[in-house]
């Protein structure tokens, strides 16, 4: 079990872009290169033109300050191509589904950006290993939600479906839907998130434990209730 903040180290999707960077000392060598001089030929019918003068003058060399903007340039190119990603989700040892127990409490709200963002981030995830996803919300309900595996991309749309309502958690109210998780995964190497509020609760350390007997857990807070 893991106790892991929002607010953590840039990383990115596609890291081996990256090396594209050790080529900019190549392209530095290249935007100074200069052609050749052009080979100059007397030609009588341009001695006038000769004499004439211009104000505008091209210099023989790019100046630096236009190389090093231009490398700069590159360089965020080729970053952006490498995916950087603020806050990913660590990766985790579990190779089954992917559950995503999610407080959606008015606690939540104030940072429901990055819990939205991790909700599309393991979506994303799914879809790229072919895992299914579970997402149970902890607020209280008339009834248990019903508890059904469904793809990375349809986890992705439901991340902008689920919002914080304007009460607090009762994670002891989701047991039945984590015994049904239980019994639809039938021991599988569950892969699970606690995207908590961060609110502490009498029934913290129960919660926890079941999730633990349920798979490999992982908790997200927030850094400033760490």
Not at 141 to 169: H, L, N
């Amino acid at each position: 079990m893991g106790n892991i903040s929002f607010v953590g180290a840039l990383s990115f999707t596609t890291p081996l872009i990256l090396s594209a960077l050790f080529v900019l000392p190549l392209v530095w060598f290249l935007l100074r290169a200069t052609p050749p001089s052009p080979k100059q030929v007397q030609f009588p019918a341009f001695i006038i033109l000769r004499q004439l003068t211009t104000k505008e003058e091209t210099p023989d060399r790019t100046p630096w300050w236009l190389l090093l903007l231009r490398l700069l340039l590159t360089a965020f190119v080729i970053i952006g191509l490498a995916g950087p990603v603020l806050n990913a989700t660590p990766a985790s040892m579990a190779q089954g589904p992917i559950a995503l127990i999610v407080d959606d409490s008015w606690a939540a709200a104030s940072n429901w950006v990055a819990r939205r963002d991790a909700i599309r981030r393991a979506g994303a995830e799914a879809a790229q290993s072919d895992r299914p996803v579970y997402i149970i919300t902890t607020t209280p309900k008339s009834t248990p939600s019903a508890v059904e595996p469904i793809t990375g991309e349809e986890a992705r749309s439901r991340a902008d479906e689920i919002a914080p309502q304007p009460w607090a958690t009762d994670r002891s109210g989701v047991s039945e839907e984590l015994h049904a998780l239980d019994q639809l995964t039938e021991g599988a190497d569950l892969d699970i998130r606690w995207l908590s509020d961060g609110l502490a609760g009498e029934d913290d350390q129960i919660f926890a434990d079941q999730l633990a007997r349920l798979g490999d857990t992982m908790i997200y807070v927030d850094a400033q209730s760490n």
